[in-house]
């Protein structure tokens, strides 16, 4: 389904766990599809002007295939000592953004590698700046499973408040524009390929993306938006940029702000691929991956989804609600890291 889509709230109660069964493709599909499927021009974004300092030679790219294996939390959580704790000043403001930073086995400033910044939720601001490092999101990238085919930069700030707010209306606060300014930054002090700065982030870190996406949609090659939403209005730029929006079936507000995009997308003409059906989060590996697989191979530079409400509470039943648990199994989907990944390489 490319443009148009049945209306999901009127159908919520109806919905099914449907993991695609005729899709008989894995991960080879994902790839092939990533590197020639996608539309050019706008749909796939450039990245900030200011980072054309970069350099110009490449990171060494493997060849070998992305191991099967999905890891678990627990396996990640010795990669937090693989980052090291800088911070951004801000001239703009005067404000100061502690951030991670992971470098690739054999870094090389000579080189230029991909970018990854990816940005928490809210329960983690003002903690200290390693706290993030706790989560499954700002890892997976660290880990064997993405740098043994795309070694990357991975970069993950720590804020020392909220960011910005949907509760009483739409708030921002000046991190915004730090945020904004500390990317192009990043692109400057590091040997980062211009061409492959990409965005992602839970809740907060969605809402963050969905903004800065919009609002300059050159700044990050591809953004992989999981379990937040936005003022419908401020983001009309998402039909020029490239990305992958993931929410969990249970949490009404982030579906909610998923479907208004969609439907901001059909007002606009803009193409982009929307998952045939909801997808189970305790499936396996092997069936999520096929059903990503099928969502990608559509070729569109605009990728929608989302889990079957409660599923996500069964894959991660340490969480208590379906927001909170949806975060971990959204960025175990290999197929959709994978994809963003694979834009503008």
Not at 108 to 133: C, K, Q, R
Not at 202 to 211: D, N, W
Not at 240 to 265: I, N, P
Request: hydrophobic share 40%; charged share 15%.
């Amino acid at each position: 389904m490319i443009s148009t889509t049945p209306d999901r709230h009127s159908s919520r109660l109806a919905r099914r766990s449907l993991i695609v069964g005729s899709c008989a493709v894995g991960l080879g599909a994902v790839l092939a599809a990533c590197s020639s499927g996608n539309d050019s021009s706008p749909d796939s974004a450039a990245t900030s002007s200011s980072a054309a300092t970069a350099q110009a030679a490449t990171a060494p790219q493997s060849t070998s295939q992305a191991p099967t294996a999905v890891p678990e939390l627990d396996e990640l959580t010795a990669l937090a000592a693989s980052f090291t704790q800088s911070s951004y000043e801000d001239t703009d403001t005067g404000l100061s953004l502690p951030f991670n930073v992971f470098l690739p086995e054999g870094y090389d400033e000579n080189a230029s590698y991909p970018l990854v910044h990816y940005i928490a939720d809210s329960s983690l601001v003002g903690s200290d700046v390693t706290a993030p490092l706790s989560q499954y999101g700002a890892l997976i990238w660290a880990h064997d499973v993405t740098q043994s085919v795309t070694p990357a930069i991975v970069v993950v700030p720590c804020y020392p408040e909220i960011v910005l707010d949907d509760h009483s209306g739409y708030t921002t606060t000046d991190w915004v524009g730090v945020t904004e300014r500390f990317v192009p930054w990043l692109q400057e002090q590091y040997a980062v390929d211009p061409a492959r700065v990409y965005g992602t982030g839970q809740s907060m870190g969605a809402m963050i993306h969905l903004l800065l996406a919009a609002t300059q949609p050159t700044l990050f090659t591809a953004c992989l938006f999981v379990d937040g939403q936005w003022d419908v209005s401020a983001l009309g730029g998402l039909a020029q940029a490239s990305w992958a929006y993931h929410v969990a079936g249970g949490d009404d507000r982030a579906l909610t702000g998923q479907d208004e995009v969609r439907s901001m997308l059909d007002d606009a003409g803009a193409a982009y691929a929307q998952a045939a059906e909801e997808w189970d989060a305790t499936a396996s590996a092997e069936e999520l991956e096929a059903a990503v697989a099928e969502l990608v191979a559509q070729g569109r530079p605009r990728l929608l989804s989302s889990f079957v409400a409660g599923t996500v509470l069964e894959a991660n039943p340490a969480a208590s609600m379906e927001h909170m648990a949806s975060f971990e199994p959204a960025y175990k989907l290999t197929g959709l890291r994978t994809w963003m990944l694979s834009q503008g390489a």
